[in-house]
């Protein structure tokens, strides 16, 4: 045990040792690469492969604009602040904004970058106009006197999809530059943060989707270099962006609690969207925000997004090889709008349900419904039409552009020209208890000039208005804001003010049209004198020439506490702003109007607008009613005013004017309508007479006669039909040779009773043996082709129609079969002959049949 031991030990002693390295240490750059890369792995959230997003309809980066600007549903529904953008898509740009009134989401096509250029020029425009006044302003940011301020910012595709590569312009290098957008580009406002430096809120948003149980958090990027840093060496991209590339140029903080709640609703608006428009389901994604010098939230790139669900049309089977669809295999088709059956060839017009959907919605909004249409706005499977039909749905289609030109032209705003047909939704503001059928209304107003009577317009605090190109006039109805701009009308006129004092004091008077309203002016020198030789007159007067219709509805045709109670506010503005007027006026002057008249009713107006120091002009307007009927408006929003209900403020349809409308553009208008009416009256419109049935018996049915198969087989038919048809006489004139000697009426009688048995022993046998003739004959029954009316009379009085005929051999065999039936048929008929003729026993008059026996 001991030597054991030993030489154990002796053999572990010979051993080398292990030798441990001493452990590395850290320089101190290494600990600073180590905690960037910590940082950036925190905040890039990029996905797990490259090809992540390749399966999926959304992705982030300049592809999530993509997915929001070309949506079925409109982008009104979300209330999002998004910088003015222009992006470009298949060679189309598409424009989106929020807009400052509503902040609903807004989006444009056919449009162009000048566009984009003004919506930026005109925020600029109002942004100053709201705080140039403010002690706490900061001049900087003025753009138009600080050219060298941040203006565009030009983002675009890079080789991953979830990155977007940027670069940012001045106001100075706008104005150089030439633009030209290429595909998958996206140009937008520049948003100036806040704190005067580059600052994003990087959210991480779990929707209800979501598996995991995690709170909402997000990150606050702050970059540390200073949006007007004086350094000439940085670049204006690097002081206005965030540079994940360069180590410690930004500064990250964790945000958790209610400080997202308003960045949070921003997000469930854009999923709920997003859901709604794709087939997908997001669990969770990664956005950026904004907040300039005001406070506003401004949402500009989405990071990251974890969808699940979705199902690309690569992975749908389609048809098997050697099989063919059912519509291949189908002889006739049903038309899917008026149910008609066709043969194929006669609708072959193919349409989709949502096309199918779109004419039964427009049709609902014209007040006519139409039943027994059950469709889906997301179906893309093609359905068949008839001609008729098609010319129908082409020219209600065709009717919708045309309507959206009339509320162009009567300056109704349009929500979005994409979406052209409203989809049903239950309303989210409407009275309870309100009846659906409602009396729709119309109110036109036609603003026709501005008659500044000779005065310069002042603003204000007293100040002198000296660009006139810049005023607007704009009206308050209810909720609804109108603004209009105007067009001068400028000429100047050099009277003596002696000579035609009294002249111009009488002609303003008689053009004014209002009693008791008196006008003196008195135009002095420099030095205070009244200068009696010229006086400049000026008439500069503004020009309007424009129509607007309300649209507004009631439960009676009773609206009088609506046409004598509702005051009409008219402003004429410096810019789109409503408090920055230079005069102000109201008019009742729809209480001239007559209560519970449905017809047409117009008449004019003039409006007096004061300025600041008493002064006025005058607004000449026509102002019209008409009432359209009752309408259903179970999917209207609708807001209670004046015991009146006024629909949404984009809300038209394509009615007509009234003659009493018309004449505001042509005063001839009622005579040449009346002539059009007797024209009109002379000429026979069109209208379907023709029942369901015989619009059926209007396709060829008999085509199939032309066919190889029918001649083949009509010979060998008409034979067998002379056949039948001489059968039975022949049969009664062997019986009458054997007859015995009887009296003449019982001999009568006999003969007749066995010549009805023969006939119907004889029919009964054909019938039961020439069934597959009939099958044969009625083979293209299926196909929905039938035979001649007198063929079809013969067939089905001896019960050779046969409806469920199916078609199933060719045109040799069905030649040789029926051949084979004809001569088994003859032969088993002569058979008959010869038993009847020599088996046949003589009847005795006692075993006659009874009379009237049959």
């Excluded at 706005?377 to 289609?397: A, F, K, N, Q, W």
């Excluded at 409407?430 to 036109?444: S, T």
């Excluded at 810019?575 to 007559?594: D, M, P």
């Excluded at 023709?690 to 032309?706: A, G, P, S, V």
Aim: hydrophobic share 30%.
């Amino acid at each position: 045990m001991t030597d054991t031991f030993l030489l154990t030990e002796a053999q572990i002693t010979q051993k080398k040792p292990v030798q441990l390295s001493p452990p590395k240490i850290e320089t101190e750059a290494e600990k600073k690469e180590r905690h960037w890369q910590q940082i950036l792995s925190k905040i890039l959230f990029n996905p797990s492969n490259d090809d992540y997003y390749q399966k999926w309809p959304i992705k982030p980066g300049i592809f999530f604009y993509k997915a929001l600007a070309l949506g079925k549903l409109a982008t009104e529904q979300i209330k999002v602040n998004i910088p003015e953008s222009i992006m470009c898509f298949e060679q189309t740009y598409i424009l989106m904004y929020t807009d400052p009134i509503t902040g609903q989401l807004m989006r444009k096509t056919d449009i162009g970058y000048q566009d984009f250029e003004n919506k930026v020029h005109q925020y600029h425009e109002e942004y100053l106009k709201r705080h140039v006044k403010d002690d706490r302003f900061d001049k900087r940011t003025n753009v138009f006197e600080n050219q060298d301020n941040p203006y565009i910012i030009s983002r675009g595709q890079t080789g991953q999809d979830w990155n977007m590569s940027k670069a940012v312009y001045t106001f100075r290098q706008q104005k150089e530059r030439k633009v030209q957008l290429d595909n998958n580009k996206l140009e937008q406002r520049f948003v100036i943060s806040r704190v005067m430096k580059a600052t994003i809120v990087r959210l991480v948003f779990y929707t209800k989707n979501s598996k995991s149980s995690h709170a909402n958090y997000g990150y606050r990027i702050m970059n540390v270099m200073e949006l007007y840093d004086p350094n000439p060496k940085k670049s204006i991209t690097n002081k206005t962006t965030i540079n994940t590339e360069q180590q410690n140029s930004f500064t990250i903080q964790q945000i958790k609690g209610v400080g997202l709640y308003e960045y949070e609703r921003v997000c469930e608006q854009i999923v709920s969207y997003l859901e709604k428009n794709y087939p997908v389901r997001i669990r969770f994604g990664v956005f950026d925000f904004l907040q300039d010098p005001e406070g506003r939230i401004w949402l500009f790139n989405c990071k990251q997004l974890m969808m699940e669900n979705a199902i690309s049309m690569s992975e749908i089977q389609g048809v098997g090889q050697g099989k063919r669809t059912l519509d291949q295999l189908t002889c006739s088709v049903y038309c899917k709008l008026c149910g008609i059956i066709f043969k194929k060839d006669d609708a072959s017009k193919t349409l989709t349900y949502k096309l199918l959907w779109e004419l039964v919605q427009h049709l609902k909004k014209r007040n006519k419904q139409l039943t027994n249409i059950k469709v889906s706005h997301l179906s893309t499977r093609p359905c068949r039409v008839c001609d008729v039909c098609y010319m129908l749905i082409v020219g209600e289609h065709e009717l919708v552009e045309i309507e959206q030109k009339f509320a162009m032209a009567q300056n109704i705003p349009l929500g979005d020209a994409i979406i052209r047909v409203p989809m049903d939704s239950k309303p989210k503001h409407r009275p309870a208890l309100l009846n659906e059928q409602l009396y729709q209304w119309r109110l036109l107003f036609y603003l026709e000039m501005v008659d500044l009577q000779g005065r310069r317009l002042i603003d204000l605090n007293g100040n002198p208005v000296g660009d006139l190109k810049n005023i607007v006039l704009q009206y308050r109805l209810h909720q609804s804001k109108s603004s209009f701009k105007t067009h001068i009308i400028k000429e100047d006129n050099y009277q003596t003010l002696k000579s035609n004092k009294q002249q111009t004091s009488q002609s303003q008077q008689k053009q004014l049209r209002f009693s008791g309203i008196e006008r003196s002016d008195s135009i002095e020198d420099q030095e205070g004198q009244v200068d009696d030789q010229f006086v400049q007159i000026n008439d500069e007067n503004l020009k309007l020439n424009v129509i607007r219709v309300h649209y507004f509805f009631s439960e009676t045709i009773d609206i009088e506490k609506f046409l004598s109670e509702t005051e009409i506010k008219m402003r004429l503005c410096q810019g789109s702003e409503w408090v920055n007027y230079v005069a102000e006026g109201s008019t009742k002057t729809i209480h001239h109007f007559k209560n519970s008249q449905m017809g047409g009713q117009r008449h004019r107006a003039q409006v007096l607008l004061f300025f600041a120091n008493g002064h006025y002009c005058i607004l000449n307007l026509q102002v019209g009613l008409f009432c359209d009927g009752q309408y259903n408006t179970g999917k209207l929003n609708l807001y209670k005013y004046n015991n009146v209900y006024f629909p949404d403020d984009n809300y038209y349809n394509c009615n007509p004017f009234p003659p009493e409308w018309m004449e505001i553009f042509d005063p001839q208008y009622v005579n040449m309508h009346n002539t059009f009416e007797e024209q009109v009256k002379e000429i026979e419109a069109y209208s379907p007479k023709c029942t369901k049935h015989e619009l059926n018996q209007m396709i060829d049915f008999n085509k199939y006669k032309e066919t190889t198969k029918y001649k083949a087989v009509k010979p060998k038919i008409d034979a067998k039909k002379r056949d039948i048809q001489s059968a039975a006489p022949q049969y009664g004139s062997n019986t009458q040779q054997v007859l015995p000697k009887l009296p003449q009426s019982a001999k009568k009688q006999y003969s007749n009773t066995l010549r009805q048995f023969d006939e119907q022993q004889l029919l009964q046998h054909y019938t039961l043996e020439e069934q597959d003739i009939g099958e044969l004959l009625f083979e293209e029954k299926k196909q929905n082709k039938r035979i001649s009316k007198e063929d079809r009379e013969f067939y089905e009085q001896h019960n050779l129609y046969d409806e469920e005929a199916e078609d199933s051999q060719e045109d040799q065999e069905l030649n040789l079969r029926l051949n084979k039936q004809i001569q088994k048929s003859m032969k088993q008929l002569d058979n008959q002959k010869q038993q009847s003729d020599s088996v046949r026993p003589i009847r005795s008059a006692q075993q006659l049949p009874p009379k009237g026996h049959r």
